[in-house]
């Protein structure tokens, strides 16, 4: 590594640590002829990703488009930019724990709307219904439902015999 200001190629590491959920590691460095500080970081060369697009295109993963369709979903909502950029990562992280270096269009927007789901159920909402082309208000209204059914699913108390039962 060459100092940006003397271009001195000998430098010393004065500070490491990891960053992004230990993707990528930060390093703090001091020239040892001008004693300029800079930083670096060091993230793992991962293979390029291909989307399959609906019409059989491949195009390039962009994280940038993912975050920005994140974003706009998220948008006037209580959601933080650190929650987005958590989010924009275990979905790249997730793709390449999945191995392979193309996937589905359909299959991002699928973990896209999952993680959504979590976070916040309007930017959920949002992002379905610009990914599943919502016409009409009806498809708005089935597609709240059935979220607030999947809810009450999940938070829905077990009746006392049930819970009796499972305990045998």
Do not use: W
């Not at 800079?38 to 993230?43: F, S, V």
């Not at 993963?61 to 974003?71: A, E, N, T």
């Amino acid at each position: 590594m060459r100092c940006p200001r003397c271009k001195h190629p000998e430098d010393k590491v004065t500070d490491s640590r990891s960053s992004r959920e230990d993707t990528v590691i930060r390093r703090r460095r001091e020239c040892l002829k001008c004693g300029f500080r800079y930083t670096t970081y060091e993230k793992i060369e991962q293979e390029d990703l291909l989307v399959i697009k609906a019409d059989g295109r491949r195009e390039a993963f962009s994280r940038d488009k993912l975050r920005s369709g994140i974003v706009k979903a998220c948008q006037k909502r209580p959601v933080s930019s650190d929650q987005i950029e958590n989010e924009v990562e275990a979905i790249i992280q997730d793709l390449y724990i999945r191995g392979g270096n193309e996937i589905a269009a359909s299959e991002l927007g699928e973990i896209v709307m999952e993680r959504l789901k979590k976070l916040d159920p309007v930017a959920y909402i949002r992002f379905a219904s610009v990914y599943r082309r919502f016409r009409e208000v009806s498809d708005f209204v089935s597609a709240a439902k059935n979220f607030d059914n999947k809810e009450e699913e999940k938070t829905e108390p077990k009746s006392s015999s049930a819970a009796e039962q499972e305990d045998k």
